[in-house]
């Protein structure tokens, strides 16, 4: 069940919904469709102190009217802080009395400062540069003259982590993401005689993302050998990593294609598991982005429910006189294919097995092979083994028909018993 549980493991004080086994209810989706983990961290020991110790990062990723009041305050607290330093020097030295400017050999720390407003504005000017030439240090206290060395240079460093940081976040790939979509929904179909999931993804930019590429997890809850529970196991689908077929050129809309074989995690699935499953398939495209050559991820997650069976996608590319169109508004359509098998990718591989050892074990022809029925096959199998061994030499490519799977078969020195 979902349920509110308190943990018997330091954790006592936690409230929230712990997932655990036998739930009845869908769980909640671990990727948000338009890519943001729905994910909270909480109680991490000494959370401010990390946040500060990677302070541009920390910068680089909050909000703009956070970072911009960060900028504010910190030009602002450097120039009332380096203000006040002027504003001491002159008062300890005298400069506000009733002399004026320059009397015989008296001579002030800093010209026309009469006040503490006076002390502000020439640490603006010193830090800013701007330099009016009213107000400038003079030889009398070296002091001062310190102190507009330090401004100085920490006025340079205050602007060099201020502009990195806002042209680093001006500069991230993030929005660009928003150019580019997946399908609302995945199917499962026939590809090439082969039960495959499929889902599309598209860029809406002429821009192109190089060196484009996509990956897949299946996120669901597992049970190890030991009883262990694994709320949030991932496993990869693989779509292509070994042939190269992950690398996309995504000039137009593609079909992102994972064969489900012995090797998948959906290998066991059927139209009657993927109605109840609780699963989640996590989808990535990641490339660079053409004006900034800065890498950029884009996610999007499947439930079990939104994940089609026996569908396929409506076209979307057209030939229009000497280019082709792509017409988004069937992008996220599909269409029934009846004809798609229910049983999953391991049940329709035992039936092709088990039907070829019937066939070849009888000897029969194609026509028979297509008019006799599995139990029917299944009697004559079992009374076969318990009485004849057959002996097939050079039987080369017998056509197997069987739940609108076709298949090639090329034995050799095959012995039945």
Known sequence: KISSLRLRNGMSSYNGKILTRGSNQARSRFVKKNGQCNVIFTNMEEKSQRYLADIFTTCVDIRWRYLLLIFCTSFMASWLFFGIIFYSVSLAHGDFGELPVVKGDAMPCILHVQGFVGALLFSMETQTTIGYGWRCVTEECPVAVITVVIQSIVGCIIDSFMIGTIMAKMARPKKRNQTLVFSKNAVIALRDGKLCLMWRVGNLR??????????????????????????????????????????????????????????????????????????????????????????????????????????????????????????????????????????SAKESLSTFCYENEVALSFGEDENDIFDSSPTVGKEKAEERRTSVSVDFQNVSYHYIKANTFCCYINVQNIIIL
């Open 206 to 343: 002429k821009s192109h993302i190089v060196e484009a590429h996509v990956r897949a997890q299946l996120i669901r809850s597992y049970i190890t050998a030991e009883g262990e529970f694994i709320p949030l196991e991932q496993m990869d689908l693989n779509v292509g990593y070994d042939e190269g077929t992950d690398r996309l050129f995504l000039v137009s809309p593609l079909v992102i294609v994972h064969e489900i074989d012995k090797d998948s995690p959906l290998y066991t699935l059927s139209r009657a598991d993927l109605e109840t499953d609780d699963f989640e398939i996590v989808v990535i495209l990641e490339g660079m982005v053409e004006a900034t050559a800065m890498t950029t991820q884009f996610r999007s997650s499947y439930l079990a429910r939104e994940v089609f069976w026996g569908h396929r996608f409506d076209p979307v590319i057209y030939e229009e006189r000497d280019r082709f169109k792509v017409d988004y508004a069937h992008f996220h359509k599909t269409y029934e294919v009846p004809s798609t098998p229910h049983l």
